[in-house]
């Protein structure tokens, strides 16, 4: 079965940092390239990073050089390091495979506040 594990998200100041953290399946880890999706209140969910199996990462151009994503093999995990946040960074995250399988975990919810 495949799962989408992701952490690390919580309450930070506006200019604060974060890490999220997503396990996903050793089944597929090494197979796809590895996505950071957000979603706010009715909106789409909507790409912020990718990281491949090999090319170039992207990023969404709202978020380059304040995120950077990475990826541990040894673990099956894909991170997301943000710093800089602001209230528009405020929103759940999901992370996936790219292009995105139908499934979906519990995502973890960021939240900027004074």
């Known amino acids: 079965q495949v799962q989408f594990v992701e952490s690390g998200g919580g309450l930070v100041q506006p200019g604060g940092s974060l890490r999220l953290s997503c396990v996903v399946s050793?089944?597929?880890?090494?197979?796809?390239?590895l996505g950071w999706y957000r979603q706010g209140p009715g909106k789409q969910r909507e790409l912020v990073a990718r990281?491949?199996?090999?090319?170039?990462?992207y990023y969404a151009d709202s978020v380059k050089g304040r995120f950077s994503i990475s990826r541990d093999n040894a673990k099956n995990t894909v991170y997301l390091q943000m710093s800089s946040l602001t209230h528009e960074n405020a929103t759940v995250y999901y992370c996936?495979?790219?292009?995105?399988?139908?499934?979906w975990g519990q995502g973890t919810q960021v939240i900027v506040s004074s």
């Open positions: 050793r089944s597929i880890f090494s197979f796809y390239d």
């Open positions: 996936n495979v790219h292009p995105p399988l139908g499934y």
């Open positions: 990281i491949p199996i090999g090319g170039s990462i």
